[in-house]
């Protein structure tokens, strides 16, 4: 399975702020905003990653398409093969952002929030388990 997932608020507040600014406001208030919309969740990257995991049996990749403060990556790499060029300017990006984030989103982890984007492969592993 080849899964792209955007992260960013749509221009529901970016086309007028910074594109973080869904990250300021209030949970409760973004959950009663949001909801039954279509609008985006703020689930992050970390979270994806740690309900995949505990799926058995598959095989997850995980490619950065795109990064708050800096745009698309291309070609999409994984994490630990970003341009240092583009992880500095988003850990800047978003630490001077950071401490304007909702109660939920301010003690995440920098790493956390600079993903905007990503696309996830999954793999479903042969079960070797007799029937």
Same mark, same amino acid.
């Given at each position: 399975?080849?899964?792209? #997932?955007?992260?960013?608020?749509h221009?529901?507040?970016?086309?007028?702020?910074?594109?973080?600014?869904?990250?300021?406001?209030p949970?409760?208030?973004?959950?009663?905003?949001?909801?039954?919309?279509?609008? /985006?969740? =703020?689930?992050?990257?970390?979270?994806?990653k740690?309900?995949?995991?505990?799926? /058995?049996?598959?095989?997850?990749?995980?490619?950065?398409?795109?990064?708050?403060?800096?745009?698309?990556?291309?070609?999409h790499?994984? +994490? $630990?093969?970003? /341009?240092?060029?583009?992880? %500095?300017?988003?850990?800047?990006f #978003? $630490? $001077?952002?950071?401490?304007? +984030?909702?109660?939920?989103?301010?003690? =995440?982890?920098?790493?956390?929030?600079?993903?905007?984007?990503?696309?996830?492969?999954? $793999?479903?592993l042969?079960?070797?388990? %007799? /029937?």
């Amino acid at each position: 399975m080849l899964h792209k #997932v955007d992260l960013r608020d749509h221009k529901m507040f970016s086309s007028y702020f910074h594109e973080l600014k869904f990250y300021e406001i209030p949970d409760f208030m973004y959950a009663l905003m949001t909801k039954g919309s279509g609008y /985006p969740n =703020r689930i992050l990257l970390a979270d994806y990653k740690k309900r995949l995991t505990q799926i /058995p049996n598959i095989k997850i990749k995980f490619y950065i398409t795109q990064l708050a403060g800096y745009g698309p990556i291309e070609p999409h790499v994984p +994490f $630990e093969k970003l /341009p240092k060029t583009a992880l %500095k300017t988003a850990k800047n990006f #978003v $630490e $001077e952002k950071k401490k304007n +984030f909702s109660s939920s989103l301010k003690h =995440r982890t920098t790493e956390d929030l600079m993903v905007t984007g990503f696309f996830m492969v999954i $793999e479903k592993l042969k079960d070797h388990r %007799k /029937p």
